[in-house]
């Protein structure tokens, strides 16, 4: 379904449903997945890890693991040299390489339950668990803390004693464990209260959620004796495994060459490196392959999470709905090191609206939980789940819907966002408009269900990317670029190729290269691969273009300003040119030999110009009174895509997006005990969303195309988790006229709210 | 610990291999047998994505202990392609782009595969509730759902 400007329309292969290049290799189980791959001679890599939420290591005795029969390695942190105090990006995050040093292994202390201490690497994987078993640790166990409040509290067990919270001036003499205080603003705050007839402030909670891919981390090392190092790797970014790996382990670029496999889900949470530091120094050190795959326990345990946190949200508007005033202060969970999205969180908060005043405040806070990871529109979900919530509350108390309350305050192009950018052509308007107009909007919710909406944003980002483009002897045509296809990015990158050469899409092969035998490309991440390495193979089919001119040129003795491409096809400018019949991309190729050799066409660049991506979500949804159950009955989620380059995968990025948001809102959480340990790390425990838990999510494809796109691409993925915990959140205050404020909207919790809210019956 | 020898009929092919009698089925048809189109994306039955049958029933081959398929018929999704003919579910699948990531298609073939031969005309609930044992983080399940039911009402068509 599709509304709005519908552009594609004018494509012959741009927004048609192709089957994907890889599908049959996926439905047949022969496409190769992290844990796939075997080499001979292979050992099985195991990582030792913490039990304990926060203590010192004292000493570790790795003597009676290393005397077992069928180890071949054993290493700790003093197998990886120490690391500068140095920011590195990583995705849509930061990373700082001294504490991703310490995040492998860990080195004086131990930050949180499950991480890693050491490893060991051995001929069988029953050996390697029994080696692990064997590893003496002596620690000094202190003091935790989980939550984030009580981490910023000054008298908190302190995690890292050199920790000097940033952008505070002056700046604090006293560790603790506040990394980093960000502002941002707009206007005057003071001036806009003043203006304000209605104000509504909430404060609201959110716990840390895995990203939840189903394939566990993975991977393969194999490092010879002349330094060289093949890793195969499940990653959404081979070459930033190829750097970590190389800064981490001091071995020069050149001399590591990663090739990605099949990736079984990442959402962020693979644009990290956890177990290739280490299989490479196992394989180094035995002298064997290594591999070395987690466990889902461990995937939940010591892979990032996305940060829980607080937001503190203050809205003030005038009587008829235009918003004056809008404050927000956001605290993240870091996990054991700084880091959390806190910027985006901060970014994003208002970026839906054109608000002439806004303070932002935003605090990234350490605490003995595993060290969080880019999920989806990293940070966004956060602050749009306080401000949404809040917003549902200034149209309840100004009687307005909530559509046209939106409507009312949309950013449109000319909007100056709180952290710098002026929009240029965005289709917030076109979304919420959809919305509007929908089959759902007008259609009232059935009885005893209540309805739910927000909106949500994401910048997208653009970044490096290299392409290249090859013309076989026969015409048809291989394109190669190097980002790990995670939901289908082969297919809209062949549909780009195909329409800019003007072939049948079947006559393109996508092929994604290791990272020896393409340029440097940034990560499958950012929702920028459509956009950026998309741009790249557009460029990279031009450049082919302006040779297979030359060629025609060559053959009919013209200039090469004497011939366009038109539908495949060289062909004279004009009847000047003289009479010519049009050469094919067939013809061309068998003629290479003889008009200068192989036909090749590359680019290489750093895109500008992501399009903003909005999307605007509305729930119907019924809360079972008696046990606290969500049941969904209805969910449509718009959004601004600029153009659907594959159609059918961008209501699937929407879909997913979406249910992934509707779980976070009503079920999943990392819950801890006393102890600071996870008590729910695996499946059964941690609750995501199974098919019998939804209805179909209808999705509307909105297209106002990107300006800085040839096709007018916008970044798709990361959008629709945006809006969905606040727009269940605004459902369910609507439904039982309760309005919760800490996530997950889970049966205890409601069941809570809801006795706490009822008249007990002993009282009557 | 001595391996056990045990016979199966893999996929329509008889099939020997030896095993620990403490490995899962899983393990052994990924590195023993080299059928890694089964994936272990839990270990703890709680996915779906090491889905297969073991006389005709479905499984999930994480927690089927390697010695219990002795004398039993097994199918993956390695078997459900016919020569070069896919499968009806495979290909809807692929046109109906049910699958983002595809680690978790081979388990959702073999789970709607056995779905829809114990009940070839299933509601939307029906299918809802019949695979809601593997988990799909990317598509939202929509997608999927909407390609099984294709299926089967390309299947009731072909029947009649």
């Known amino acids: 379904m599709s509304t709005g400007q519908g552009n594609s329309g004018k494509y012959k292969w741009i927004g048609t449903r192709v089957d994907r290049p890889d599908g049959a290799d996926k439905v047949t189980g022969r496409a190769r997945f992290g844990a796939d791959f075997n080499m001979p001679g292979q050992l099985i890599g195991r990582v030792l890890r913490s039990p304990h939420a926060h203590a010192l290591i004292k000493s570790i005795d790795t003597s009676a693991a290393e005397k077992l029969a069928g180890v071949k390695a054993v290493i700790t942190a003093q197998d990886l040299p120490e690391q500068p105090n140095v920011i590195v990006p990583a995705g849509e995050m930061q990373v700082n390489l001294r504490d991703i040093t310490r995040n492998i292994l860990a080195r004086e202390k131990v930050l949180f339950e499950g991480h890693p201490i050491a490893a060991v690497a051995a001929t069988s994987d029953a050996i390697a668990r029994q080696a692990v078993e064997l590893i003496k640790v002596e620690y000094e166990v202190l003091p935790h803390v989980i939550d984030v409040a009580e981490a910023m509290k000054p008298d908190a067990p302190v995690l890292h004693d050199h920790l000097i919270t940033e952008g505070v001036k002056p700046p604090p003499t006293k560790a603790s464990n506040i990394a980093k205080r960000m502002d941002n603003a707009k206007g005057d705050i003071e001036a806009g209260w003043k203006q304000a007839e209605v104000t509504i402030e909430r404060e609201y909670t959110t716990q840390a959620v895995h990203q939840g891919y189903i394939e566990p981390h993975a991977c393969l090392a194999s490092a010879a004796e002349d330094g060289q190092v093949q890793l195969w790797s499940t990653t959404q970014g081979h070459f930033q495994v190829r750097g970590f790996v190389s800064r981490l382990l001091g071995i020069e670029t050149s001399q590591i060459r990663v090739t990605p496999s099949e990736i079984g889900g990442g959402f962020g949470g693979k644009t990290v490196v956890y177990l290739e530091p280490i299989a490479v120094r196992l394989s180094q050190k035995s002298g064997k392959p290594v591999k070395m795959v987690m466990t889902r326990e461990e995937v939940f345990r010591a892979s990032g999470p996305a940060p829980g946190g607080t937001v503190r949200v203050k809205l003030g508007a005038r009587k008829d709905g235009t918003i004056v005033a809008a404050e927000c202060e956001i605290a993240l969970q870091a996990g054991a090191f700084p880091g959390s999205p806190l910027g985006p969180a901060c970014w994003t908060s208002f970026a839906c609206y054109d608000i002439p005043n806004i303070k932002v405040v935003g605090f990234d806070v350490v605490s003995n939980r595993p060290k969080v990871a880019a999920y989806r529109a990293p940070g966004a979900p956060i602050s749009a789940w306080g401000v949404e919530s809040t917003l549902d509350i200034l149209a309840q108390e100004l009687g307005m819907d909530p559509i046209e309350l939106r409507l009312k305050n949309a950013a449109k192009k000319g909007t100056k966002t709180s952290y710098g950018p002026t929009f240029d052509t965005i289709g917030f308007v076109e979304t919420l408009e959809a919305i509007k107009n929908s089959a759902h909007y007008k259609t009232p919710p059935k009885p005893g269900y209540a309805r739910g909406v927000a909106a949500g944003f994401w910048f997208n980002v653009g970044a490096d990317s290299s392409a290249a483009a090859h013309v076989a002897e026969d015409g048809t045509v291989t394109v190669i670029s190097g980002n790990p296809d995670i939901g289908g990015s082969r297919a809209s990158l062949a549909l780009m190729a195909a329409e800019e050469l003007g072939v049948d899409y079947e006559k393109v092969r996508p092929v994604i290269a290791d990272t020896s035998s393409i340029g440097f490309n940034f990560v499958t991440g950012g929702s920028r691969v459509t956009f950026a390495t998309g741009l790249a193979v557009v460029n990279s089919v031009r450049d082919m273009i302006r040779e297979l001119k030359v060629r025609a040129a060559k053959t009919w003795g013209v200039d090469p300003d004497a011939v366009v491409w038109e539908d495949g096809m060289a062909k004279p400018a004009g009847s000047n040119v003289g009479e010519f019949e049009p050469l094919s991309l067939a013809q061309l190729a068998a003629t290479a030999g003889k008009t200068g050799g192989p036909i090749n066409g590359h680019a290489q660049l750093n895109a500008q110009g992501a399009g903003p991506g909005f999307g605007v979500h509305v729930v119907d949804l019924k809360v079972d009174r008696d046990t606290g159950c969500v049941h969904i009955d209805r969910y449509t989620a718009a959004q601004d895509v600029g153009t659907a380059i594959h159609p059918s995968y961008v209501e699937g990025q929407i879909q997913g997006g979406a249910v992934q948001g509707i779980g976070w809102a009503l079920n999943e959480e990392y819950i801890y005990n006393a102890k600071g340990r996870l008590d729910n790390a695996g499946f059964l425990d941690y609750r995501m969303p199974v098919a019998s838990d939804l209805p179909m999510i209808d999705a509307l494809v909105v297209e106002v195309p990107n300006p800085h796109h040839p096709y007018g691409v916008r970044g798709v993925g990361e959008v629709p988790i945006v809006p969905p915990l606040a727009a269940v959140g605004n459902a369910v205050a609507r439904s039982i006229n309760i309005r919760m404020t800490d996530l997950p909207l889970s049966p205890p919790r409601l069941s809570a709210a809801i006795d706490a809210a009822t008249p007990k019956m002993a009282a009557e | ?160």
Request: glycine share 10%.
């Open chain 2, 1 to 160: 610990m001595a391996k056990m020898h045990i016979s199966t009929t893999i996929n329509g092919e008889p099939t020997e291999f030896l095993c620990d009698p403490s490995q899962s089925l899983l393990d052994v048809l990924r590195d023993n047998l080299g059928l890694t189109g089964s994936k272990e994306g839990c270990g703890s039955g709680d996915c779906g994505a090491c889905s297969i049958t073991l006389d005709d029933r479905l499984v999930c081959s994480c927690l089927v202990l390697a010695p219990e398929a002795e004398g039993k018929k097994i199918e993956t999704v390695e078997g459900i392609a016919q020569g070069d003919q896919l499968h009806p579910l495979q290909k809807k699948f692929v046109e109906f782009a049910a699958l983002q990531c595809g680690i978790c298609t081979p388990g959702f073939l073999i789970a709607s595969k056995a779905l829809l031969a114990k009940n070839p005309n299933p509601t939307e609930t029906e299918v809802r509730f019949g695979l809601a044992g593997n988990l799909c983080r990317c598509t939202g399940y929509d997608k999927i759902i909407r390609a099984v039911m294709e299926v089967a009402a390309e299947m009731r068509g072909a029947a009649r």
